[in-house]
């Protein structure tokens, strides 16, 4: 049933409901547009008057909005906001212009921050956690994440709780019973146990840790390998132009990353970063440095150095005895 024809009186009751006002008079028809303006004091739309259409107003008032334009939009942007918090856990620093757009936000859980932060349609649809630092990525039941260590193989330790994919999840492999402490979100890449993997390495076998250098790229690089007639490591190193220059045997391979890993850090906390082939990482680049910073014949006596002190250490276990 078609409603009676209003007159300005009556359009401006109507407007008003719909917190508007009217700045020129009612055309007298609802599908013709006439300017208006927003009855909140501190609404864009109420300093800046806009045309609106009575129909439209009347078809927003039916859905329970107010006939404004901006007021609307903030509306919107403020239940994007909210359940950013409600369902990401994420604080927004900025508006939410839309579910697409990635928001700086503040984490509610670790109270990081994140950069360019999540986008509330991946929240929502359950594609990205909120936070990338404590468990944005993909966060499973403990349950469910037991079940995927297991079929992927390995036994998380029973005491302790998953936290999320990108975490250390100590537990055994289900093969040998080697202690292990794989990361579930690299189940695609690669088997959950160090010890069986067949890359050359096994932190309970003995290890050859080498020192190689490049000369075109005017790097050195620290590396460990398998100490066992069948390693081919420092060969392909060789095909590859580094030349081996020192190594040292150990008995057990943990210590040779101990080793490793020290030197490493040595490099990093004296700001000497690891070396680029034109712009580009490479197998192995982050145990590498430049020869313009350091030199040859200062690093194997660091390497000595250090191993005498790892050796030295009574070997920390990895995880409970068995
Ligand atoms: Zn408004
Ligand atoms: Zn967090
Ligand atoms: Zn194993």
Excluded at 79 to 98: A, F, K, W, Y
Excluded at 180 to 186: I, Y
Excluded at 269 to 292: C, F, H, I, K, W
Excluded at 301 to 308: D, F, K, L, N, R
Aim: aromatic share 6%; glycine share 8%; proline share 8%.
């Amino acid at each position: 049933m078609k409603r009676p024809k209003i007159d300005h009186a009556a359009a401006t009751l109507e407007l008003r409901a719909s917190g508007l006002e009217p700045v020129e008079p009612y055309p007298g028809v609802t599908s013709k547009p006439f300017a208006v303006r927003c009855i909140q004091p501190k609404c864009k739309g109420h300093v800046e008057p806009f045309p609106a259409y009575l129909s439209v107003v009347r078809s927003l008032a039916k859905k329970g909005r107010v006939g404004c334009v901006h007021c609307n939009k903030r509306h919107r942007a403020n239940q994007r906001r909210t359940d950013m918090i409600r369902l990401g856990n994420m604080l927004p620093m900025v508006e939410i212009p839309d579910v697409k757009t990635a928001v700086r936000s503040w984490c509610l859980r670790c109270w990081r921050i994140c950069e360019p932060g999540p986008r509330l349609d991946n929240i929502k649809n359950g594609k990205q956690g909120g936070c990338e630092h404590c468990g944005g990525k993909r966060r499973l039941s403990d349950d469910v994440a037991r079940q995927r260590a297991r079929e992927w193989g390995y036994s998380p330790d029973p005491d302790i709780p998953y936290t999320n994919d990108a975490t250390k999840w100590p537990g055994r492999c289900l093969a040998k019973g080697h202690y292990c402490e794989p990361v579930l979100n690299s189940q695609k890449r690669q088997g959950p146990c160090e010890s069986c993997a067949d890359h050359g390495f096994k932190p309970h076998l003995p290890a050859i840790l080498y020192l190689v250098v490049k000369p075109d790229l005017v790097a050195a690089k620290i590396g460990i390998c398998e100490d066992s007639p069948k390693n081919r490591r420092l060969y392909e190193h060789a095909l590859n132009g580094w030349i081996t220059i020192e190594t040292m045997r150990f008995a057990v391979g943990a210590d040779a990353r101990r080793v490793e890993t020290a030197l490493v850090q040595s490099w990093r906390a004296r700001n000497l970063q690891p070396v680029l082939d034109n712009g580009y990482g490479y197998e192995g680049y982050t145990e590498t440095v430049s020869l313009n910073a350091t030199q040859v014949s200062e690093i194997w006596p660091a390497v000595v150095g250090i191993a005498e002190r790892v050796l030295a250490t009574p070997h920390v276990p990895l995880g409970p005895a068995r």
